[in-house]
């Protein structure tokens, strides 16, 4: 192509994207997860004395430890961390028209794929008088963070806060970090997202902070009121609240380790190169530790790919920041040598997105089995999860897709086994009870069956 002064050469950002070669190489399932990008910086377990540092100084000193953070990692002066309402009001009051109708858009979508994920009570009679039940509870209370830092996200409060209310919580707080620039609250529009939905109980506090108040609670104090402690805590963040959420598993519930974004599409040479290009830049301008994967069989496409990352990385706004997440370790390109292969590698990578943008794009994604969400074909790029497809986006990553879902109603509730057997029903079953009782020299328990009959003895 030539170029003149009325059509200058098009600007390009210095970006390293690397490659790893898979072809040829007949990997098994270690193999291939020791083989595609994953980031080589701080890890969890690099992460966690500091967090236990911080869960220890809160559960000492409560707010007063709180302040303290927020002071050392917010840069804001702090009392107590309770948003007054007030303030949520306002901030819903003020917030932009087209922004509140995107809010509600997503909220009316995002209900109608929650209300359909409760799972139903069930039955089952086993003969007469012999019924075992399972009914679903929700938790008491929720505690639901949102990440602030290197941008907003209200969307991360709908992605909360919906399946949350779909459960039937009937208390719920949540947390996120203090902004300097907006007098030490949440951002604003962080705050009209909870007003919108009905949330008054909101904190400004950032981090793993935020999770071991809400897994510990805090004690009333001069300060302020209580910060009663939560059953279950969810929502996304960077490595110290996802390791903070590791280290309070067991101690409250969690939805599952959701750290940096990342991205993995899978494609063929059908796909279009601007925008598979488009796609892993969106998820790269999240953090320059964001993941952008793609894993394709075809060199002209990754190197058509490559081409566009350039000029479009170039071009964003964030564009530092996009440069360095798809040179990082964490991003690239991988070659298969096909299609087979190609689903192997996403399977190894379990991706907390992965697109598909292959030939039959709904076949094949129905053979993946680790992801955290699956977007299909051209018109089913990440950032319609992110804020309208009705799908949550607060999604397992690094890897942990193989064994974790995606934040739905389900983390909100519990399966409760209810027992139900007459007296005819167990007489049927008291001898085998007997026997494996004493076959694991367990008596006891067969003496309280047979406790019941004894007149049978």
Not at 338 to 366: F, K, S, W
Request: glycine share 8%; proline share 6%.
């Amino acid at each position: 192509m030539t170029t003149s002064p009325d059509f200058p050469a098009p600007v390009t950002a210095a970006v390293d994207f690397r490659t790893i070669d898979l072809r040829g190489r007949n990997l098994t399932l270690p193999a291939l997860r020791a083989a595609v990008p994953r980031a080589k910086g701080q890890t969890v377990a690099d992460a966690e004395e500091k967090v236990l540092q911080i869960i220890s100084a809160v559960r000492q000193g409560g707010f007063a430890a709180l302040a303290e953070l927020a002071e050392r990692f917010d840069g804001v002066e702090q009392q107590h961390p309770l948003v007054p309402g007030e303030a949520i009001a306002a901030a819903l009051d003020q917030l932009d028209p087209a922004v509140r109708a995107a809010l509600e858009e997503s909220i009316s979508r995002a209900r109608k794929f929650a209300d359909g994920q409760r799972p139903r009570n069930v039955d089952i009679e086993l003969g007469d008088g012999a019924v075992v039940s399972q009914t679903w509870v929700p938790v008491a209370r929720v505690g639901l963070y949102v990440p602030g830092g290197l941008a907003v996200y209200p969307s991360s409060v709908i992605m909360n806060v919906v399946p949350a209310l779909a459960a039937g919580v009937e208390s719920i707080a949540l947390a996120s970090p203090p902004q300097k620039e907006f007098g030490g609250l949440p951002h604003p529009t962080i705050l009209a997202a909870a007003a919108l939905l009905g949330i008054t109980e909101v904190y400004a506090i950032g981090g793993a902070q935020a999770i071991a108040a809400f897994a510990y609670g805090i004690e009333a104090a001069e300060a302020g009121p209580a910060l009663e402690p939560v059953d279950v805590v969810t929502g996304p963040g960077n490595i110290f609240v996802a390791t903070a959420k590791r280290l309070v598993k067991g101690v409250v519930g969690i939805d599952s380790e959701a750290g940096t974004t990342e991205i993995a599409i899978l494609a063929d040479d059908s796909a279009q190169p601007a925008l598979v290009a488009a796609d892993l830049l969106s998820q790269a301008e999240h953090d320059p530790k964001a993941a952008s994967v793609l894993i394709t069989d075809s060199e002209d496409l990754a190197a058509a790919v490559r081409a566009e990352l350039a000029l479009q990385a170039a071009a964003t706004k964030h564009s530092a920041r996009v440069q360095e997440a798809l040179s990082g370790p964490q991003s690239g390109v991988v070659l298969v040598d096909g299609l087979e292969q190609g689903i192997a590698a996403c399977d190894a990578y379990a991706a907390e997105h992965l697109e598909i943008m292959t030939r039959n794009a709904p076949a094949v994604a129905a053979r993946i089995r680790n992801a955290g969400a699956i977007f299909v074909g051209d018109y089913s790029p990440v950032s319609l999860g992110d804020y309208c497809a009705g799908s949550n986006h607060v999604l397992p990553t690094s890897g942990t897709a193989a064994f974790s879902s995606g934040l739905n109603v389900t983390t909100f509730l519990r399966a409760i086994q209810v027992i139900n057997y007459s007296r005819d029903a167990l007489a049927e079953v008291s001898g085998h009870i007997v026997s494996l009782s004493r076959a694991e020299d367990l008596p006891a328990h067969g003496d309280a069956v047979t406790a019941r009959f004894p007149g049978d003895q």
